[in-house]
C-alpha cells in the first residue's frame, strides 16, 4: 500500500494538486527571504533581527503578487498598532496602571481589525510596542525599530520574490491555468458521470486554484497581465458549469438528463483540444440535443434544455478565447 493511499483523502488531494518545482520554488524564497533580513538587520546593527525575519516569513508568498500585497497589510497595521502602543506606553509611564492602556489599546484596534481584516496586525504591533517596562527604551524608540525591522523584513520578501523569477513565474500561469481546465473536465464528467479525467483538482481546489489566479491577476508585470486575460474566460467556463449541473440534478426525467450528454462529451474533447473536427463534432450534438429538446415531457424541461445549450455555447466561446490569449502569448 503506497503512501498516498494511507492518507487522509483531503490531505491526499492537497499533495496532487501541488506541483513539486512550484514547492521547491516558494521554499527558496521563503527561506532566501529570511536569510536576507536577518542579514541585513544585523549588517545595520539592530537589536533585534528577529523581527525582521518573523516578517520575511509572513509576508513571503509563492506568488509575488500575494507578497505585495500582504506587504501592504503588514506594514499599514504595524504603524497603526505602534502609534497606539506609543501612546499606551506613554499612558503607562505617567502612572496609568494595568489593565486599562491594555483594554483601551484593545478597544480601538479590535473594531478596526474586525473590520479590516487586513490590519489584523494592528494589535500585535501595539501590544509589542507598549510592552516596554519603566526601565526600558523608550516607547517612540521601540516603535521606530519595530518599523525598520518589518521595513527590512518587507523589502527582503518583496525582493527575493521579484529577482530573476518572471520566466519561472510564467510557466507557473500556464501550469495553474491548464490544472484549471483539468479540474473543469473532471467536474463536467463526474456531474455527467462520464469516464475519465480523475487527475484534475477536485471541486474544492478548483475553487483555490481560481482565486490563486485572482491573486496573481491583481498584480503587477507581463505574468499579472496574461493571468488577467484568461482570468474572465476561466471564471465563466466554472460558472456556466455550475449552473449546468445544478439544472441538471433539477431533472424531472431520464430522457431530460440525457438530452445533453453527448454535448458533455463533446465539450470534453474540446477542453483537451480546440481543432475544427472537435468544434463542428460540438455543434452537432448541440444540434442533437435541439432536436431531442422537442420531445421531452414538458415545458420546464424544454426551458432548461434551452438554457443548457446557450450556457455550452457561451462556454465554447470563453475556450475559444482562451486558445486565442495562448496564441497571443
Known sequence: MSFAVRLPARIAQRLADVSPPAVALASLRVVGAALLAFIVSKLLGLPEAHWAVMTALIVARPDPADSALQAGYRLRGTLLGSAVGVLASIARRHGVADPLPLVAMLAILAPIASVWPELRAAPVAAIIVSSTGPHGPDALVVALLRLAEIAIGIAAAQLV??????????????????????????????????????????????????????????????????????????????????????????????????????????????????????????????????????????????????????????????????RENDALS
Open 161 to 322: 520574490g521579484r529577482i530573476g523569477f518572471a520566466s519561472v513565474a510564467k510557466r507557473e500561469n500556464d501550469v495553474l491555468c491548464v490544472r484549471i481546465q483539468r479540474g473543469i473536465a473532471r467536474m463536467l464528467a463526474e456531474g455527467f458521470a462520464l469516464p475519465g479525467h480523475a487527475d484534475g483538482p477536485d471541486a474544492e481546489g478548483l475553487r483555490r486554484e481560481l482565486r490563486q489566479l485572482g491573486i496573481v491577476a491583481r498584480g503587477k508585470g507581463r505574468a499579472a497581465d496574461e493571468a488577467a486575460r484568461v482570468l474572465a474566460p476561466l471564471t465563466v467556463l466554472h460558472d456556466d458549469l455550475k449552473f449546468i449541473l445544478r439544472t441538471r440534478r433539477a431533472a424531472q426525467g431520464d430522457a431530460e438528463r440525457a438530452n445533453l450528454e453527448p454535448v458533455a462529451v463533446a465539450f470534453l474533447a474540446l477542453l483537451d483540444d480546440t481543432d475544427d473536427a472537435k468544434r463542428a463534432a460540438f455543434d452537432a450534438s448541440l444540434k442533437q440535443a435541439a432536436t431531442a429538446r422537442a420531445g421531452l415531457a414538458d415545458d420546464a424541461s424544454r426551458e432548461r434544455s434551452v438554457v443548457q445549450g446557450f450556457a455550452f455555447r457561451r462556454m465554447r466561446r470563453q475556450l475559444t478565447a482562451l
